[in-house]
C-alpha cells in the first residue's frame, strides 16, 4: 500500500529589511527563493521594509511577502500579523536572520507553536558586547533549536566566549551562484580606464568598520610605483563623504572612482585585477565569494571569517588590518604578476564551485529543516501522554 505523500515543510524566513540589502539580507531572500518546492513552502517576513529588487525577487520566485512596518524597537503591536501568520499557516520552521530578528524569533516562536526556530547570525554578535553575549546565551540559546554562524571562527566564538550549547551551533557558510556573463560594454573603457592600466577594486558598504581608509592610505604608497593605477569602489554608505575627502587630501584625483550601488557587480569584478576587503571585523562576507566566483584574486584582512574563504597564497593574499604598508605590498605583488593572477583566477572559481555555490548551501539549509524538524516531531512523540 502506497504511502499518503509527505507535506511540504512550511518556513518563514525572518529579517529586519530589504530595503537596504547587504550580504544577510540577500542570502536570506535568495536562499528562501531556491527552496525545492516539493519539499518546502516558503514565506517571508520583513519587519520594517522591504522596498527594492530584492522584494521582486521573491515576487518573482511566489514567495508570498510579509511587511510589518515596524518603526520602534520596542513595539509590540507591529508583530501581530506575523503572530497571526505563524498561527493561522501552521509554520514549521521559523528562520530569523541577524541579531534583532533572532531576539524577536526566540521570542515569537515558541508563543505561536513553531516546532523548529532557527537564529542565523552573519557576523558574531558578541563583538557588540557583553549586553548581546548575554541575550544570545540566556535567551535566544534558549529557545532556538540551532544557532547558525556563517563562518567557522564565529562557531567557535559562540561556544568558547559565549558559551553556548555547542549542540545548538551550526556552521553553514555563505554562498554566491556562478556569475552571469557580463552585459553591456566593458567597465574599464566606460569608465575610460586606459588599456593595462592596473585595477583594484572594493564591492560592498561604505562604513567605517569595512577600513577603506586603510585602502586609500595603501593606494597613495602605490601611486608613484605604479602610476595608472585605479580604484574602484562599489557601494554606498556612510563613510562615503569622508572617504572622498580623504582621497583628495592625498591627491588620489581621478585615481579612486566612486561607483555607488551597482546591480552589476559582475561587470565590476569583471573590469577589476585583484578585490580588496580590509576591513577591521567580519563574518563571511558575499563580495568575498562573489570575487571568487569572478575569478578575481582577493586581498583582505586576517579577521572573522576571510581566512576560511582566502586560501592565503592560492587563491589571494591574508593581511593583518590597520596595516597600509602591509596592504600595498600585497596588492603589488598580486597587481605585478599577471601569471600569478591567472593561477589564482582558476583557484579561485574551482574552490567557489566546489564549496560556496549557492544551491549547495541551500541544500545544506534544506536539510538542516528538515533534520530538525523531524527531531521536534520525535520529541513530541515522547512527550505525549500514553493513550
Same mark, same amino acid.
Given at each position: 500500500?502506497?504511502?499518503?505523500?509527505?507535506?511540504?515543510?512550511?518556513?518563514?524566513?525572518?529579517?529586519?529589511?530589504?530595503?537596504?540589502?547587504? !550580504?544577510?539580507?540577500?542570502?536570506?531572500?535568495?536562499?528562501?527563493?531556491r527552496? %525545492?518546492?516539493?519539499?518546502?513552502?516558503?514565506?517571508? @517576513?520583513?519587519? #520594517?521594509?522591504?522596498?527594492?529588487?530584492?522584494?521582486?525577487?521573491?515576487?518573482?520566485?511566489?514567495?508570498p511577502?510579509?511587511?510589518?512596518?515596524?518603526?520602534?524597537?520596542?513595539?509590540? +503591536?507591529?508583530?501581530?500579523?506575523?503572530?497571526?501568520?505563524?498561527?493561522? =499557516?501552521?509554520?514549521?520552521?521559523?528562520?530569523?536572520?541577524?541579531?534583532?530578528?533572532?531576539?524577536?524569533?526566540?521570542?515569537?516562536?515558541?508563543? @505561536?507553536?513553531?516546532?523548529?526556530?532557527?537564529?542565523?547570525?552573519?557576523?558574531?554578535?558578541? =563583538?557588540?558586547?557583553?549586553?548581546?553575549?548575554?541575550?544570545?546565551?540566556?535567551?535566544?540559546?534558549?529557545?532556538?533549536?540551532?544557532?547558525?554562524?556563517?563562518?567557522?571562527?564565529?562557531?567557535?566564538?559562540?561556544?568558547?566566549?559565549?558559551?553556548?550549547?555547542?549542540?545548538?551551533?551550526?556552521?553553514?557558510?555563505?554562498?554566491?551562484?556562478?556569475?552571469?556573463?557580463?552585459?553591456?560594454?566593458?567597465?574599464? =573603457?566606460e569608465?575610460?580606464?586606459?588599456?593595462?592600466?592596473?585595477?583594484?577594486?572594493?564591492?560592498?558598504?561604505? !562604513?567605517?568598520?569595512?577600513?577603506?581608509?586603510?585602502?586609500?592610505?595603501?593606494?597613495?604608497?602605490?601611486?608613484?610605483?605604479?602610476?595608472?593605477?585605479?580604484?574602484?569602489?562599489?557601494?554606498?554608505? %556612510?563613510?562615503?563623504?569622508?572617504l572622498?575627502?580623504?582621497?583628495?587630501?592625498?591627491?588620489?584625483g581621478?585615481?579612486?572612482?566612486?561607483?555607488?550601488?551597482?546591480? %552589476?557587480?559582475?561587470?565590476?569584478?569583471?573590469?577589476? %585585477?585583484?578585490?580588496?576587503?580590509c576591513?577591521?571585523?567580519?563574518?563571511?562576507?558575499?563580495?568575498a565569494?562573489? /570575487?571568487?566566483?569572478?575569478?578575481?584574486?582577493?586581498?583582505?584582512? #586576517?579577521?572573522?571569517?576571510?581566512?576560511?574563504?582566502?586560501?592565503?597564497?592560492?587563491?589571494?593574499?591574508?593581511?593583518?588590518?590597520?596595516?597600509?604598508? /602591509?596592504?600595498?605590498?600585497?596588492?603589488?605583488?598580486?597587481? !605585478?604578476?599577471?601569471?600569478?593572477?591567472?593561477?589564482?583566477?582558476a583557484?579561485? +572559481?574551482?574552490?567557489?564551485?566546489?564549496?560556496f555555490?549557492?544551491?549547495?548551501?541551500?541544500r545544506?539549509?534544506?536539510?538542516?529543516?528538515?533534520?530538525?524538524?523531524?527531531?521536534?516531531?520525535?520529541?513530541?512523540? =515522547?512527550?505525549?501522554?500514553?493513550?
Amino acid at each position: 500500500m502506497d504511502s499518503p505523500p509527505r507535506r511540504r515543510l512550511r518556513v518563514l524566513t525572518l529579517i529586519d529589511t530589504i530595503a537596504a540589502p547587504g !550580504g544577510a539580507e540577500i542570502l536570506a531572500v535568495r536562499s528562501t527563493a531556491r527552496l %525545492d518546492r516539493e519539499r518546502f513552502q516558503p514565506y517571508f @517576513c520583513a519587519s #520594517r521594509s522591504a522596498a527594492s529588487a530584492l522584494a521582486g525577487e521573491l515576487e518573482a520566485a511566489g514567495v508570498p511577502l510579509l511587511v510589518l512596518g515596524r518603526d520602534s524597537p520596542a513595539s509590540i +503591536r507591529p508583530w501581530l500579523p506575523l503572530a497571526r501568520l505563524l498561527r493561522n =499557516e501552521r509554520i514549521d520552521v521559523l528562520h530569523a536572520h541577524k541579531f534583532g530578528s533572532n531576539l524577536w524569533a526566540a521570542i515569537l516562536g515558541p508563543l @505561536c507553536g513553531v516546532p523548529v526556530v532557527i537564529a542565523h547570525e552573519h557576523s558574531w554578535a558578541g =563583538e557588540r558586547g557583553r549586553f548581546h553575549q548575554a541575550l544570545d546565551r540566556r535567551l535566544i540559546a534558549r529557545s532556538v533549536e540551532a544557532f547558525v554562524a556563517v563562518a567557522a571562527a564565529d562557531a567557535r566564538q559562540m561556544v568558547e566566549v559565549e558559551r553556548i550549547d555547542p549542540r545548538l551551533v551550526r556552521h553553514v557558510p555563505n554562498g554566491v551562484p556562478a556569475p552571469r556573463a557580463a552585459a553591456g560594454p566593458f567597465l574599464r =573603457e566606460e569608465l575610460g580606464i586606459a588599456p593595462g592600466a592596473p585595477v583594484i577594486g572594493y564591492v560592498g558598504r561604505l !562604513g567605517a568598520i569595512k577600513a577603506l581608509d586603510v585602502l586609500l592610505d595603501a593606494v597613495a604608497r602605490l601611486q608613484e610605483r605604479l602610476p595608472q593605477v585605479r580604484v574602484l569602489l562599489a557601494g554606498s554608505g %556612510d563613510e562615503e563623504e569622508r572617504l572622498r575627502a580623504r582621497s583628495a587630501r592625498l591627491g588620489l584625483g581621478e585615481r579612486v572612482v566612486f561607483l555607488g550601488i551597482r546591480p %552589476d557587480v559582475d561587470r565590476v569584478f569583471q573590469a577589476v %585585477d585583484v578585490s580588496v576587503i580590509c576591513s577591521d571585523s567580519e563574518g563571511m562576507p558575499l563580495s568575498a565569494l562573489e /570575487a571568487m566566483a569572478a575569478g578575481t584574486p582577493l586581498v583582505a584582512t #586576517r579577521v572573522g571569517g576571510l581566512p576560511e574563504v582566502v586560501d592565503d597564497g592560492v587563491t589571494g593574499l591574508l593581511v593583518p588590518p590597520r596595516d597600509p604598508d /602591509a596592504l600595498a605590498r600585497a596588492l603589488e605583488s598580486v597587481l !605585478g604578476d599577471e601569471e600569478r593572477r591567472r593561477r589564482m583566477a582558476a583557484a579561485s +572559481r574551482e574552490r567557489h564551485r566546489r564549496e560556496f555555490e549557492l544551491d549547495q548551501v541551500v541544500r545544506q539549509l534544506e536539510g538542516l529543516y528538515e533534520e530538525l524538524f523531524a527531531r521536534s516531531r520525535r520529541g513530541r512523540t =515522547e512527550n505525549s501522554p500514553p493513550s
